[in-house]
């Protein structure tokens, strides 16, 4: 049984750019959230999909969009590309109907540096 | 707000040594609580989880945690460290729609 995959596992981009970040779930797991996790500090919520949706968010700016597929594999996008935005990016999955409480499987991440 | 602190940052132990990890967390009503653990260069390993029912909950590798409601504590404990334990350690607690809210985690040294 595959878990959560991410890819690419690391990525360089130059400010201003925009990148795609993609993320397939745990077999079975309907529900994907995006944490960002900077050097150092624990991973911060950036937002959920589920049923195509976007079920909550945290407090990221717009440049951080997302989308989920009908196979529940999801992108998550990020434009116009600032230094801060150099961090690991991780992917999470769960059943999603379960609502609070359910457990989360994690991917490996994403580590994008942006220069 | 809902939050979660680590107030240790960097813990060194012995191997063989008994461990505990605190964690104290603010939510508006039952929290449902984790424990996470963090390899270089890894995701995220969920150890344990506390939804009701047992303040004691025992997850893998031997680490067990206790849910204290009037101290908003759950803390990490392991009776023996070995080297493999070192990582990092993310407490979390879970908000609507299960959103992880993360502390800010505590890197365990393991010294032969």
């Not at chain 1, 999470?92 to 409480?101: C, T």
Request: net charge neutral.
């Amino acid at each position: 049984d595959a878990g959560v995959t991410q890819s690419p596992t690391h990525l360089i981009k130059t400010r201003g750019q925009q990148v795609t970040l993609r993320c397939s779930p745990k077999s079975g797991h309907d529900t994907v959230s995006w944490y960002q996790q900077a050097l150092g500090q624990g991973p911060q919520f950036i937002f959920q999909y589920y049923e195509e949706e976007e079920r909550q968010r945290g407090n990221f700016p717009d440049r951080f969009s997302g989308h989920q597929f009908p196979n529940y594999s999801s992108e998550l996008n990020v434009n116009a590309l600032l230094l801060g935005d150099s961090a690991l990016y991780l992917c999470a999955s769960s059943l999603g109907v379960q609502g609070a409480g359910e457990t989360q499987y994690f991917g490996p991440g994403t580590r994008l540096l942006v220069l | 707000a809902q939050s979660v602190t680590q107030p240790d940052i960097h813990i060194t132990v012995s191997e063989g040594a008994s461990l505990e990890l605190r964690c104290n967390y603010s939510y508006g009503a039952t929290p449902y609580l984790f424990w996470y653990v963090q390899s270089p260069g890894q995701g995220l390993q969920l150890l344990l989880k506390y939804f009701s029912g047992d303040t004691l909950v025992q997850g893998i590798k031997g680490f067990e945690a206790e849910f204290k409601r009037s101290q908003s504590s759950f803390n990490l404990r392991k009776p023996s460290v070995h080297w493999s334990d070192a990582a990092e350690y993310f407490c979390a607690v879970g908000g609507g729609y299960n959103k992880l809210i993360f502390g800010a985690g505590t890197r365990l040294a393991v010294h032969p």
